[in-house]
């Protein structure tokens, strides 16, 4: 089995490996901090995803991921993310998704409470929807004194359907999700997203951005996002090294 076989359809004991490594990188990004959650589906087709106990990503081990199902739930009595809900509905509605990232990366919140969209603006992310991202918006549905957290199948089943096609949602004043066809897709989308939403805010400080068009992005999201296996080699290298150097 290839690298790149091994993302697509990963036996058990390495997706394992791999869904650790995708909350070890994503901490080290700036993407997750104590806080926010990394999935992935079990294999391709399967009503179950892999999803870490209820503790901050940066801790999670193997022995820490539960299997779910669509509906949140888990086998024994671990402690589980109250947000777990958001992953269980993106799947059952998002056959061709294989892992999600939700985050609460801090350069996208701004766009989830503003009029001006979160569009493309570099090459690398060329998988955010062209026009404008789509944002979510609770209280459409928990009405104006929730947490903000999406904490029931209903509310996750809401954002599910707000993010619809699309690879990325935002979810006005708390964060993000980010969907792709495998889980370093995921990882490498959610790594991008934050970085075009800080290189957008900068460019809104100089004047009006000019934004990838619809046909730019598509393009540079077929020939960038073939290469995401690059990223994720270097990035699973360093959360390796800097765990060996703790030992
Ligand atoms: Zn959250």
Do not use: E, K, N, Q
């Given at each position: 089995m290839t690298d790149t076989d091994s993302a697509i359809d990963p036996d058990p004991t390495e997706l394992r490996e791999q869904l650790v490594a995708a909350n070890h990188i994503l901490v080290r990004q700036g993407v997750l901090d104590a806080f926010g959650h990394v999935s992935a589906r079990?294999?391709?087709?399967?009503?179950t995803f892999l999803l870490s106990r209820n503790l901050a990503p940066g801790s999670v081990?193997?022995?820490d991921l539960l299997v779910h199902d669509l509906d949140g739930r888990a086998s024994g009595d671990r402690p589980l993310y109250l947000e777990r809900f958001i992953h269980a509905e993106i799947y059952r509605r998002r056959p061709d998704v294989m892992a999600v990232v939700h985050s609460?990366?801090?350069?996208?919140i701004p766009f989830s409470l503003c009029a001006t969209p979160l569009r493309?603006?570099?090459?690398?992310?060329?998988?955010?929807?062209?026009e404008r991202t789509p944002v979510y918006e609770i209280s459409d549905y928990?009405?104006?004194?929730?947490?903000?957290?999406?904490?029931s199948a209903g509310l996750g089943a809401s954002l599910a359907i707000t993010l619809a096609g699309d690879s990325v949602a935002l979810m006005r004043g708390h964060g993000s999700v980010t969907a792709g066809s495998s889980l370093r897709e995921s990882v490498y989308r959610a790594v991008y997203t934050e970085v075009n939403a800080r290189i957008q805010l900068e460019a809104h400080s100089l004047g009006n951005p000019r934004y990838l068009s619809a046909g730019e992005a598509k393009s540079s999201d077929e020939t960038v996002g073939g290469q995401a296996d690059r990223a994720w080699n270097v990035w699973r290298d360093q959360v390796t090294q800097e765990r060996n150097q703790s030992k």
């Open positions: 079990t294999a391709a087709g399967a009503d081990t193997a022995d609460h990366s801090p350069s996208v493309p603006v570099i090459h690398m992310a060329g998988f955010l929807a062209s928990a009405g104006d004194a929730s947490d903000l957290l999406i904490t």
